[in-house]
């Protein structure tokens, strides 16, 4: 439900208070997202509306949801990695405002609540008209890293 967690990425697992760096997972890389930003502060995304339709040549609104939640959760495994510590995800919800046909959607998440045991993210889709499509909204669990 969220994007790989550090102990996920063994490699380049972050010491105990060192910021997590973004990995795509394989759904990122099929839907073609590119990461532009990631702090704790914001973390950006792109992804092209191309390869990414439903059937009647709009968005899929499943597409939104699951770029959004991976910025989102992206997010929160950047703050939780502050604390020694990663996130999964427990609630997320969407509404679509508008669609797309074409051309290429940002993906932008900015934290509501950052705490030690729950993190709240707003994730806003926009157009390159800069014209909101979807609006998410995702809760993790900040939790312990397995060893």
Known sequence: ?????????????????????????????????????????????TMPVEGNRQSFGLLHGGASLAVGEAVGSWAAVIHASTLGKTAVGVDVSA?????????????????????GTLTTHEVLITNEAGQRLCTLRITNLLMKRKS
Do not use: C, F, Y
Request: proline share 8%; no cysteine.
């Open 95 to 115: 509404t679509h405002h508008r669609s797309a046909r074409e051309g290429q959607i940002t993906i932008t998440a900015t934290p509501i609540h950052l705490g």
């Open 1 to 45: 439900m969220n994007a790989p967690s550090p102990q996920d990425a063994a490699p380049s697992q972050p010491s105990a208070h060192e910021l997590w760096k973004i990995t795509l997972g394989e759904l990122d890389e099929k839907m073609g997202v590119k990461i532009l930003e990631e702090s704790v502060e914001r973390v950006v995304a």
